[in-house]
């Protein structure tokens, strides 16, 4: 399996970044065409979300993100945040609507606290196609 | 791809023309640039979407807030949007039932 790794400050200029470099190793593991640009918007939302908790409690820890091409393209979205307080409606309603995007468009989807310290891993999962990886 | 945005009047509507990628860096100009809108008077604000490559939660908010504030202050609303990979976010998260929605300026402006 390789991986890419790729860590960030919180701040949204980045997001963009890892939306780029997630679709590149997903073209590369074998994701079919078809649903890259579901790809691209769930690393976007899971990334997004990471940076958003981050910010909301003053956090400037880096946000960590891993893209794995093995049986299936994994990525892995980890943020050090701690339960946020208080948030606006348009920062609870774009919480919402990440969280509706994330569930809809991926299948396979976990989001669980990080076993030690505060934070948050978003766990993310595509089939790839065999025939592409073996061609490459 | 940045962000663009450019304004024009079309039948008494101010169609706010939206390009590049609408996202939690990007969104917050788009935001502003709602609200001067709303500020400066403007009675009929219509969002055309139609060169928009991607857009995320972010953006969706962005824009069920410019409906919230319209309708605070006495305005209509509208966005224009006829891509289907757009099209299929406004329908995942039920917001084709929140934001007045249309597949051309022209039906827009003729609301």
Known sequence: ?136 | MELSLATRVVAAHTVLEVGGEVDVYTAPKLRERIAELLDSGVTAVVVDLARVDFMDSTGLGVLVGGLRKARTAGATFGVVCSRESLLKIFRITALDQVLPLYPSVDAATAS
């Open chain 1, 1 to 136: 399996m390789a991986t890419v790794r790729l860590e960030f400050t919180p701040e949204p200029a980045h997001v963009r970044t890892a939306r780029l470099v997630g679709v590149a190793v997903a073209r590369r593991a074998g994701v079919p065409d078809d649903q890259l640009d579901e790809v691209r918007l769930a690393i976007g939302e899971a990334c997004a979300r990471a940076v958003a908790r981050h910010q909301r409690v003053g956090l400037r820890d880096v946000v960590a993100v891993a893209f794995s091409d093995g049986d299936r393209y994994l990525v892995q979205v980890w943020d050090h945040a701690g339960d946020e307080e208080q948030i606006t409606d348009e920062e609870q309603l774009t919480v919402d609507v990440s969280a509706s995007l994330l569930q809809a468009i991926v299948k396979d989807l976990q989001v669980r606290p990080l076993e030690s310290g505060p934070g948050t891993e978003v766990q993310m999962a595509w089939p790839v196609r065999r025939a592409s990886r073996l061609g490459r």
